[in-house]
């Protein structure tokens, strides 16, 4: 079975940093890219950064030069560390892993920043 587990969302205020982490299935996460998507109320989901399995990321505009992405193969887990945070980076944030018929993701975990 595929799981995909988010962690590390919380409040912080503007300025400050937060570490989101993504537990996966060995079986999604091995040798696959993973993605880290953010979603507000009434938008779209938007990609925020992806890795591939070895260690090549991307990020969108908005957030290059401020959070980084990274994985731990061994451990399974994906994660984004995120600094200089904006009150516009306020949503919930999501990991994403492509299988053969479809994607699969968390449940999301929240963060919220206040000015």
């Known amino acids: 079975q595929v799981q995909l587990v988010e962690s590390g969302g919380g409040l912080v205020q503007a300025g400050g940093s937060l570490r989101l982490s993504c537990a996966a299935s060995?079986?999604?996460?091995?040798?696959?890219?993973m993605y880290w998507y953010r979603q507000t109320p009434g938008k779209e989901r938007e990609l925020v950064a992806g890795?591939?399995?070895?260690?090549?990321?991307d990020y969108a505009d908005s957030v290059k030069g401020r959070f980084t992405i990274s994985r731990d193969n061994a451990k399974n887990t994906m994660y984004l560390q995120m600094n200089s945070l904006k009150p516009e980076d306020t949503a919930v944030y999501y990991c994403?892993?492509?299988?053969?018929?479809?994607?699969?993701w968390g449940q999301g975990t929240q963060v919220t920043v206040s000015t």
């Open positions: 890795i591939t399995s070895g260690g090549s990321a």
């Open positions: 060995r079986t999604i996460f091995s040798g696959n890219v």
């Open positions: 994403a892993a492509p299988g053969s018929s479809r994607t699969y």
